[in-house]
Nanobody
């Protein structure tokens, strides 16, 4: 079993930045895909970004490409999401997710086995 815990959410004005972090604990693992999803009120949970270890390959949703950057520290089993040039439409609860049975980087919620409880990000105009 793996526990994921997010931190770093908050409120910011449009154009500002936030950094989200997620740490995994529990069973050990050496290869993984860790990702971020978000869910706005009344909307489905959507893929934001993910990173694969080893290789450190990344994948982003078109809506955040060029503004968000995902990174991972394999030794600490953490994943971070640096969010710049934030827009009001980025407002959502952001969830960290872990896929240990991957073949490629997934963008669908069902491909991830473990989830954090989420952290709120609010961007005001």
């Amino acid at each position: 079993q793996v526990h994921l815990e997010e931190s770093g959410g908050g409120s910011v004005q449009a154009g500002g930045s936030l950094r989200l972090s997620c740490v995994a604990s529990g069973r050990t693992f050496s290869s993984y895909v860790m990702g971020w999803f978000r869910q706005a009120p009344g909307k489905a949970r959507e893929f934001v970004a993910a990173i694969r270890w080893p290789r450190s390959s990344t994948y982003y949703a078109d809506s955040v490409k060029g503004r968000f950057a995902i990174s991972t520290d394999n030794a600490k089993k953490t994943v971070a999401l640096q969010m710049n040039s934030l827009k009001p439409e980025d407002t959502a609860v952001y969830y960290c997710a872990l896929d240990l049975n991957f073949s490629v980087i997934g963008t669908v919620t069902g491909e991830y086995e473990y989830w954090g409880q989420g952290t709120q990000v609010t961007v005001s105009s």
